[in-house]
């Protein structure tokens, strides 16, 4: 497979076609604009591919899931203030455990915000998001090889677990270009038995999500909770960098992970030994990962672009066995990685 | 030996609806049943009932059938359709349904021309949450959110469904019944019929407004609901076929065939 030069957007489309994604639906809005023409543009020369503009994020997302019960793979895209207005379908298609992927390009919040990247989504996309007892499935991927990976990757596990799956970048991820190789997807394992394609002559089918009863309704949540703790135990992943012999560990994701690293080869340069603990699930968060790793390092730096989120799973995972400091850059803030390497330079000084 | 002239539809499940005395719930379900059995199509029907009285629809059609978000049923029925072109989808929808939470998708799946069928059962008040404000609650009706009658300066006025979309270029057949008499559910049934061959022909979007006695919230008797359908809501709603586009949809296919 050769490499080919591609930004962000154009790669999660083209990962999804290659996947099998033959129904897509979405809305414009910036920064992942470039990835909803890609759909119209390549689901024409997919077969039985259908790509819809529709009228709301809304409307969006619901087409997704009717296409999902009937049994094709799916995706919608939006950027953060769409992916709110996802939140209710999101809702119905955990509680109805039909599969799906949405992709979330952040930009800055709250409210209509700015188109700029942003981290500042990572509660609503790693806390359910919308309402009821669920969770989602998060990627967050740092590099456009990872997007190509872990979009292919989310198709299969949102049909092996049956429940939506995000991918969270940032306006960043989504318009940057760097050289991809698609990897050869797996063949789809799904189930004719969860979909919806008429009786014929058997026995109809329904799906709902509405339980009146209150203990069926208990019981679902449980069966739903049962299935959210196999994929907290089995499917958390992270990368590891320069931990082995780090006095301070930074932990950060996608487009911060990036900065990170960049800091980290500056701090390296000048004696700091600085590492990087990078989430890329951040649902299910690499929790017993990053608790191990706070066995021997007592010094970590949170930096996120957002005033302090998952600075919250940091703190769950280490439970106060290590310091733990945070530098947010919220807004739409890019800091430079020297910006960054300053900041922690600060904190390792303190330290050492 | 007997011969059997009347029973239940294949279509229907052996249950009891849970639908107050006097609620055109049933006779619609009943209706859609016996349409989905003449016309064969049980194994290939998909049905997306809503939010409101309708949303245990499941627990009576015998066939397959996912249950949309308030409002959501024509996006969701437009994914159905547009992964499954051959199957036959409907969405079941209120007023409320249709006409406020959801105008947007119900509006433009029409507008596209998605060739699904649209059940509206439009009885000028929110049954399910109890007897609040429709968007098609008439001028001067008592609702639990308009107790002085509904008033158009403060919350307008009744919307109407088929007049509205019938302009759309998208739609293909448009009509509007009422089950309150024997003339007008047998009417009803053929309504939904065509409405039904018109997608199996693959001629486009459809909608049957059928207009529908709530005694409960209304507060009358099931014989004042269905004269009040009469003497007042058909005025405000008028029946008949507003649009019916099958004549040249079918010759236009005829041409391209």
């Given at each position: 497979?050769?490499?080919?030069?591609?930004?962000?957007?154009?790669?999660?489309?083209?990962?999804?076609?290659?996947?099998?994604?033959?129904?897509?639906?979405?809305?414009?809005?910036?920064?992942?604009?470039?990835?909803?023409?890609?759909?119209?543009?390549?689901?024409?020369?997919?077969?039985?591919?259908?790509?819809?503009?529709?009228?709301?994020?809304?409307?969006?997302?619901?087409?997704?899931?009717?296409?999902?019960?009937?049994?094709?793979?799916?995706?919608?895209?939006?950027?953060?203030?769409?992916?709110?207005?996802?939140?209710?379908?999101?809702?119905?298609?955990?509680?109805?455990?039909?599969?799906?992927?949405?992709?979330?390009?952040?930009?800055?919040?709250?409210?209509?915000?700015?188109?700029?990247?942003?981290?500042?989504?990572?509660?609503?996309?790693?806390?359910?998001?919308?309402?009821?007892?669920?969770?989602?499935?998060?990627?967050?991927?740092?590099?456009?090889?990872?997007?190509?990976?872990?979009?292919?990757?989310?198709?299969?596990?949102?049909?092996?677990?049956?429940?939506?799956?995000?991918?969270?970048?940032?306006?960043?991820?989504?318009?940057?270009?760097?050289?991809?190789?698609?990897?050869?997807?797996?063949?789809?394992?799904?189930?004719?038995?969860?979909?919806?394609?008429?009786?014929?002559?058997?026995?109809?089918?329904?799906?709902?999500?509405?339980?009146?009863?209150?203990?069926?309704?208990?019981?679902?949540?449980?069966?739903?909770?049962?299935?959210?703790?196999?994929?907290?135990?089995?499917?958390?992943?992270?990368?590891?960098?320069?931990?082995?012999?780090?006095?301070?560990?930074?932990?950060?994701?996608?487009?911060?992970?990036?900065?990170?690293?960049?800091?980290?080869?500056?701090?390296?340069?000048?004696?700091?030994?600085?590492?990087?603990?990078?989430?890329?699930?951040?649902?299910?968060?690499?929790?017993?990962?990053?608790?191990?790793?706070?066995?021997?390092?007592?010094?970590?730096?949170?930096?996120?672009?957002?005033?302090?989120?998952?600075?919250?799973?940091?703190?769950?995972?280490?439970?106060?066995?290590?310091?733990?400091?945070?530098?947010?850059?919220?807004?739409?803030?890019?800091?430079?990685?020297?910006?960054?390497?300053?900041?922690?330079?600060?904190?390792?000084?303190?330290?050492? | 030996?007997?011969?059997?002239?009347?029973?239940?539809?294949?279509?229907?499940?052996?249950?009891?609806?849970?639908?107050?005395?006097?609620?055109?719930?049933?006779?619609?379900?009943?209706?859609?049943?016996?349409?989905?059995?003449?016309?064969?199509?049980?194994?290939?029907?998909?049905?997306?009932?809503?939010?409101?009285?309708?949303?245990?629809?499941?627990?009576?059609?015998?066939?397959?059938?996912?249950?949309?978000?308030?409002?959501?049923?024509?996006?969701?029925?437009?994914?159905?359709?547009?992964?499954?072109?051959?199957?036959?989808?409907?969405?079941?929808?209120?007023?409320?349904?249709?006409?406020?939470?959801?105008?947007?998708?119900?509006?433009?799946?029409?507008?596209?021309?998605?060739?699904?069928t649209?059940?509206f059962?439009?009885?000028?008040?929110?049954?399910?949450?109890?007897?609040?404000?429709?968007?098609?609650?008439?001028?001067?009706?008592?609702?639990?959110?308009?107790?002085?009658?509904?008033?158009?300066?403060?919350?307008?006025?009744?919307?109407k469904v088929c007049e509205?979309f019938s302009q759309?270029?998208?739609t293909t057949y448009v009509e509007r019944c009422a089950?309150?008499?024997?003339?007008g559910?047998?009417k009803t049934k053929k309504a939904i019929k065509k409405a039904?061959q018109c997608?199996?022909?693959?001629h486009?979007f459809s909608l049957i407004e059928i207009l529908?006695?709530?005694?409960?919230?209304?507060?009358?008797?099931?014989?004042?609901?269905?004269?009040?359908?009469?003497?007042?809501?058909s005025?405000?709603f008028p029946l008949g076929v507003f649009k019916d586009n099958l004549p040249a949809a079918?010759?236009?296919?005829?041409?391209?065939?």
């Amino acid at each position: 497979m050769n490499k080919v030069l591609m930004s962000g957007n154009n790669v999660i489309g083209e990962a999804a076609i290659r996947a099998g994604c033959r129904f897509y639906a979405g809305y414009p809005i910036t920064p992942q604009n470039e990835l909803t023409e890609y759909m119209a543009e390549h689901m024409r020369n997919a077969p039985g591919g259908v790509f819809i503009q529709s009228e709301s994020e809304i409307a969006a997302i619901h087409m997704i899931a009717g296409a999902s019960v009937a049994g094709a793979r799916v995706m919608t895209s939006s950027s953060s203030p769409g992916i709110s207005l996802k939140q209710e379908g999101i809702s119905s298609m955990a509680a109805c455990e039909l599969p799906g992927i949405i992709v979330n390009i952040m930009r800055g919040g709250p409210g209509l915000g700015n188109i700029l990247p942003a981290q500042g989504d990572y509660f609503q996309a790693t806390r359910g998001g919308g309402h009821g007892d669920y969770r989602t499935i998060v990627f967050g991927p740092a590099t456009c090889q990872e997007l190509a990976d872990l979009t292919m990757d989310a198709f299969d596990l949102a049909d092996k677990y049956r429940t939506p799956v995000m991918i969270l970048a940032d306006g960043m991820m989504g318009q940057m270009m760097e050289p991809v190789i698609f990897k050869k997807p797996k063949p789809r394992e799904y189930s004719e038995k969860f979909m919806l394609r008429g009786a014929g002559n058997g026995k109809s089918k329904f799906i709902r999500g509405l339980i009146l009863d209150a203990i069926d309704m208990e019981e679902h949540n449980w069966k739903l909770a049962r299935k959210y703790q196999i994929i907290t135990d089995k499917e958390p992943l992270r990368e590891e960098y320069k931990t082995a012999d780090a006095k301070l560990v930074i932990v950060a994701y996608g487009t911060a992970a990036r900065i990170a690293k960049g800091a980290i080869k500056r701090l390296r340069d000048n004696g700091m030994k600085v590492g990087l603990f990078r989430p890329i699930t951040l649902w299910p968060f690499p929790m017993l990962q990053l608790r191990e790793l706070a066995e021997k390092i007592k010094n970590f730096v949170v930096f996120e672009m957002s005033t302090g989120q998952m600075v919250e799973d940091v703190r769950l995972a280490i439970q106060g066995t290590a310091s733990i400091e945070f530098h947010g850059r919220p807004g739409g803030v890019v800091p430079t990685p020297a910006n960054l390497a300053n900041v922690v330079a600060r904190y390792y000084a303190k330290k050492d | 030996m007997a011969k059997k002239v009347f029973g239940r539809p294949k279509s229907l499940k052996e249950a009891v609806f849970h639908y107050c005395p006097g609620c055109g719930h049933s006779i619609a379900h009943r209706l859609v049943a016996e349409v989905i059995d003449e016309l064969g199509i049980r194994g290939i029907t998909i049905g997306v009932p809503p939010a409101g009285c309708a949303v245990l629809a499941y627990n009576y059609f015998d066939i397959d059938m996912i249950e949309a978000q308030h409002g959501r049923g024509p996006a969701t029925a437009s994914g159905i359709k547009r992964t499954l072109p051959d199957r036959l989808v409907f969405s079941y929808q209120g007023d409320g349904d249709l006409a406020a939470i959801g105008i947007a998708e119900s509006f433009h799946a029409a507008n596209r021309g998605e060739n699904i069928t649209v059940i509206f059962m439009n009885n000028a008040v929110y049954g399910m949450t109890g007897g609040q404000m429709a968007p098609t609650t008439m001028l001067e009706q008592k609702t639990t959110t308009t107790p002085g009658g509904r008033n158009k300066s403060s919350e307008g006025f009744p919307v109407k469904v088929c007049e509205l979309f019938s302009q759309l270029p998208g739609t293909t057949y448009v009509e509007r019944c009422a089950v309150n008499s024997p003339a007008g559910v047998s009417k009803t049934k053929k309504a939904i019929k065509k409405a039904f061959q018109c997608q199996m022909d693959g001629h486009g979007f459809s909608l049957i407004e059928i207009l529908s006695p709530c005694p409960t919230n209304w507060k009358m008797s099931s014989i004042d609901s269905c004269k009040w359908i009469d003497n007042v809501m058909s005025k405000e709603f008028p029946l008949g076929v507003f649009k019916d586009n099958l004549p040249a949809a079918k010759k236009s296919g005829e041409a391209a065939s």
